[in-house]
């Protein structure tokens, strides 16, 4: 069940950077560079096939002979092109596809928030209905809930690769999360997008957050808020993966993250998933941080 999850969400993926390429809102220029600079990226796993096929103008007969001519395999995927294949390729595309123009510069956002607020609900529905966005998957100690795909929702790695990965200086930031599992951002695809122009997301925990900001001022902090305290308490007790101590731990942790909201540059309540990402996402292609957006939260006090 999770191999068939993951691949209907690696479908999904693909066919939105397919359609982005399609409506010219992202370059196959871009969607290749991406695939090579990283082989965990939703670009390394395309076909280079369904790449052309997805450029305007093109159709199945004209690029099985472009394919024929540029020596590459009609099975042969972006990630895995010979050098010779690569340089064949960019330049075809150079020729042929219409350029998108880059944005002026990159955005690296922050999106943090409580637990059960929606930060991981949010996120996905970015990734699977914005392309152009870049979103960072994070490493974890923990095991994997129900419905949550390895390489997809996050890495689920075991302490003795993070303890390795950690001396290795291969996180852009880590933390331990409510006392028990440890999370942390890959660096290497972070700099990578970023140094191509891309906006990149990064869905971690507040103590990540302040770390980013520390190392990357530039950074833009976007806070993630319930609409109020009782939703947040029906949505954490309402997903079932928590024992009732967690829960109560969880809570506990999450009046002290709520406290921490001042330090964000934005604030976005997540009344509902497709709004919230809009937000998010309206943020990321705005040019810096700007003023802080104003957000109504009430909380409940015991």
């Known amino acids: ?66 394919m024929e001519e540029l020596g590459i395999s009609p099975t042969k995927r972006l990630s895995g092109l010979g050098v010779h294949q690569q340089v064949r390729l960019r330049e075809f595309l150079d020729r042929r596809a219409p350029m998108v123009p880059a944005p002026t510069s990159s955005t690296l956002v922050v999106l943090a928030g409580p637990t059960a607020v929606g930060k991981g609900t949010v996120s996905t529905y970015i990734r699977e209905n914005h392309p152009e966005v870049c979103l960072s998957i994070s490493a974890t100690t923990r095991a994997p809930r129900p419905g949550e795909v390895d390489g997809v929702s996050y890495y689920f790695i075991d302490d003795a690769e993070f303890d390795r990965m950690v001396e290795a200086g291969e996180f ?52 993630l808020l319930p609409p109020t305290w009782d939703e947040l308490v029906r949505r954490l007790i309402g997903r079932g993966t928590e024992s009732a101590e967690e829960q109560e731990r969880r809570l506990r942790t999450a009046r002290v993250e709520l406290a ?4 964000f ?36 006090e015991n």
């Not at 691949?7 to 992202?26: C, D, G, L, P, T």
């Not at 093109?58 to 690029?63: D, K, N, S």
């Not at 921490?260 to 330090?263: L, N, R």
């Open 1 to 66: 069940m999770a191999a068939s999850r993951a691949a209907v969400a690696a479908r999904q993926a693909r066919a939105s950077v397919k359609r982005a390429v399609n409506e010219r809102r992202i370059s196959a220029q871009s969607v290749l560079e991406v695939a090579l600079a990283s082989t965990e990226s939703i670009e390394s796993t395309m076909k280079v096939r369904d790449l052309l096929l997805a450029i305007p103008g093109l159709g199945p007969v004209r690029v099985a002979r472009i």
């Open 172 to 223: 852009l930031e880590w933390a331990v999360v409510h006392n028990h599992s440890r999370y942390g951002t890959p660096r290497a695809p972070i700099e990578a997008a970023l140094a191509e122009g891309r906006s990149v997301l990064l869905e971690i925990d507040i103590q990540g957050a302040r770390q980013v900001k520390a190392s990357e001022p530039s950074a833009v902090l976007v806070f």
């Open 260 to 263: 921490a909201q001042g330090e």
């Open 265 to 300: 540059d934005h604030r976005v309540v997540n009344t509902d998933v497709q709004t919230a990402a809009a937000e998010v996402v309206e943020l990321m292609n705005a040019s810096g941080a700007g003023t802080p957006v104003a957000a109504s939260y009430r909380t409940k």
